[in-house]
């Protein structure tokens, strides 16, 4: 499996976690509300990479895509924490 497949799979994985928890953070107390915040923005900046990694040539892109690789693992590890609260 390529590493923008395996980007692919984490980042759609990622989508359905966020979902739910987008849900159930509106339900939520003030403090999940705020740390469902800043794991939005971490998002936005994920998308923002992954965008990057399009637009990039290949040969390009192994920086983008590394930091890319950090920011899910720190947003899925996020997801889990408030899945865990919730």
């Not at 705020?34 to 399009?54: F, V």
């Not at 390009?60 to 919730?86: C, F, M, P, Q, T």
Request: no cysteine.
């Amino acid at each position: 499996m390529s590493i923008g497949d395996r980007m692919k799979r984490e980042v759609e994985h990622l989508k359905q976690v966020r979902d739910e928890l987008r849900v159930q953070a509106n339900l939520g107390k003030a403090e999940l509300r705020d740390r469902w915040e800043g794991l939005e923005k971490r998002w936005s900046e994920l998308e923002g990479k992954l965008s990057l990694m399009g637009d990039q040539a290949r040969d390009d892109a192994g920086d983008v895509r590394k930091a890319a690789d950090l920011l899910a693992k720190e947003i899925r590890e996020g997801y889990e924490n408030l899945k865990s609260r919730l």
